[in-house]
């Protein structure tokens, strides 16, 4: 869900890494959230959640955020946020979720069913209050404005801490381009803001095997159109996106890298110039890879694209391509499926990364 669209509201099964995860997932199954401020235990232990000491105080893209005591009732604003709760194992303190980009992940679908779905798409204010908020959780620092749920200055005013994925966050200039280190931080700082620090440590270390035994030898030196959305002017991941971060990993080479942010406008004259080797789709309710595929392929002049002749595609869940817990799902299924188009003999373009 890249941030700057308005937007209208694949099942993969897990890698046998993601196994290591099952008793994380398994210590958050013990019954829906209780009312705001209640006292939870950590069905494992007995004992308050987490064995993190509070106060804890993180600076979170720029904003000092300071949690006093483990939050017992968070809201998630959007499927990346979401997940990466239910990866921590804090389902049971969970009061509330929003917007999902497409289906949840098996290894989460059981969990998320016992969390209250505040709104399909954002919730209004007066929804997201009901709700007994002590923290909230997004992917994106658009969720925290007038138009959404309020500011963050607005939400600390109301005793609501607030989280933003440090990957949404502007990038300080001469800064190193984001990477999975990058990922695993966020999730080591939800951790420590929510109590949860021993499950993120599990989750990271499963991710980092995960990703040690990608297989990238089919991706150096392939260039790549990271096709969002849009017709006219086709909406692209650039340099400091999740789709950059994946990319990166597999050392394959972005066409629209050169640009600076996360998404942004690309030019279907720069796609012709550099003629891709592969385009890689996100599949999401609001843009299909389906219909993605129809608009290239019926276009006069995008269907000469030897990507488009020769039906090199690559699809994989939008989930899988936003800052957050799936990324690394994300770099394994481009990566099988760059492999299974046997790239071998295909003349590399001139990539911009």
Request: net charge negative; aromatic share 6%; hydrophobic share 40%.
């Given at each position: 869900?890249?941030?700057?669209?308005?937007?209208?509201?694949?099942?993969?099964?897990?890698?046998?890494?993601?196994?290591?995860?099952?008793?994380?997932?398994?210590?958050?199954?013990?019954?829906?959230?209780?009312?705001?401020?209640?006292?939870?235990?950590?069905?494992?232990?007995?004992?308050?959640?987490?064995?993190?000491?509070?106060?804890?105080?993180?600076?979170?893209?720029?904003?000092?955020?300071?949690?006093?005591?483990?939050?017992?009732?968070?809201?998630?604003?959007?499927?990346?946020?979401?997940?990466?709760?239910?990866?921590?194992?804090?389902?049971?303190?969970?009061?509330?979720?929003?917007?999902?980009?497409?289906?949840?992940?098996?290894?989460?679908?059981?969990?998320?069913?016992?969390?209250?779905?505040?709104?399909?798409?954002?919730?209004?204010?007066?929804?997201?209050?009901?709700?007994?908020?002590?923290?909230?959780?997004?992917s994106y620092e658009s969720s925290f404005t007038d138009e959404v749920?309020?500011?963050?200055?607005?939400?600390?005013?109301?005793?609501?801490?607030?989280?933003?994925?440090?990957?949404?966050?502007?990038?300080?200039?001469?800064?190193?381009?984001?990477?999975?280190?990058?990922?695993?931080?966020?999730?080591?700082?939800?951790?420590?803001?929510?109590?949860?620090?021993?499950?993120?440590?599990?989750?990271?270390?499963?991710?980092?095997?995960?990703?040690?035994?990608?297989?990238?030898?089919?991706?150096?030196?392939?260039?790549v159109l990271w096709y969002d959305s849009g017709e006219d002017t086709?909406?692209?991941?650039?340099?400091?996106?999740?789709?950059?971060?994946?990319?990166?990993?597999?050392?394959?080479?972005?066409?629209?890298?050169?640009?600076?942010?996360?998404?942004?406008?690309?030019?279907?004259?720069?796609?012709?110039?550099?003629?891709?080797?592969?385009?890689?789709?996100?599949?999401?309710?609001?843009?299909?890879?389906?219909?993605?595929?129809?608009?290239?392929?019926?276009?006069?002049?995008?269907?000469e694209l030897t990507a488009v002749r020769e039906e090199r595609y690559?699809?994989?869940?939008?989930?899988?391509?936003?800052?957050?817990?799936?990324?690394?799902?994300?770099?394994?299924?481009?990566?099988?499926?760059?492999?299974?188009?046997?790239?071998?003999?295909?003349?590399?373009?001139?990539?911009?990364?």
């Amino acid at each position: 869900m890249p941030p700057r669209r308005p937007l209208s509201s694949h099942l993969l099964a897990p890698p046998a890494a993601c196994l290591v995860l099952l008793a994380v997932l398994l210590a958050g199954c013990a019954g829906p959230p209780g009312p705001p401020g209640a006292s939870v235990q950590d069905p494992a232990t007995g004992s308050a959640p987490g064995s993190d000491a509070f106060p804890v105080t993180i600076d979170n893209c720029g904003v000092e955020v300071t949690v006093t005591q483990a939050p017992t009732s968070i809201v998630t604003l959007n499927q990346g946020a979401t997940e990466q709760a239910l990866g921590l194992g804090l389902a049971n303190r969970m009061a509330g979720t929003a917007y999902l980009d497409d289906e949840v992940a098996a290894r989460f679908a059981a969990d998320y069913a016992r969390v209250p779905v505040l709104s399909p798409e954002y919730p209004s204010l007066e929804q997201f209050l009901a709700a007994g908020p002590d923290l909230a959780l997004t992917s994106y620092e658009s969720s925290f404005t007038d138009e959404v749920v309020g500011t963050r200055e607005e939400l600390a005013s109301r005793g609501i801490a607030t989280y933003v994925d440090p990957l949404d966050c502007p990038r300080t200039p001469g800064a190193a381009e984001p990477g999975f280190e990058d990922v695993w931080s966020a999730l080591r700082e939800i951790g420590r803001l929510t109590g949860a620090s021993a499950a993120a440590e599990e989750l990271v270390a499963a991710q980092e095997a995960q990703l040690g035994a990608v297989d990238v030898a089919a991706a150096p030196g392939t260039t790549v159109l990271w096709y969002d959305s849009g017709e006219d002017t086709p909406f692209v991941g650039v340099a400091d996106s999740g789709p950059a971060i994946i990319l990166d990993a597999l050392g394959a080479d972005n066409v629209f890298g050169h640009l600076d942010g996360g998404w942004a406008d690309g030019s279907w004259e720069t796609v012709l110039e550099a003629d891709p080797d592969v385009i890689v789709l996100p599949d999401a309710l609001w843009s299909t890879a389906e219909d993605k595929i129809d608009y290239l392929e019926q276009d006069p002049v995008l269907r000469e694209l030897t990507a488009v002749r020769e039906e090199r595609y690559v699809v994989v869940p939008f989930s899988e391509t936003t800052p957050g817990v799936r990324l690394v799902d994300g770099a394994v299924h481009v990566a099988e499926q760059l492999a299974d188009l046997d790239l071998a003999d295909v003349g590399r373009g001139v990539g911009s990364r």
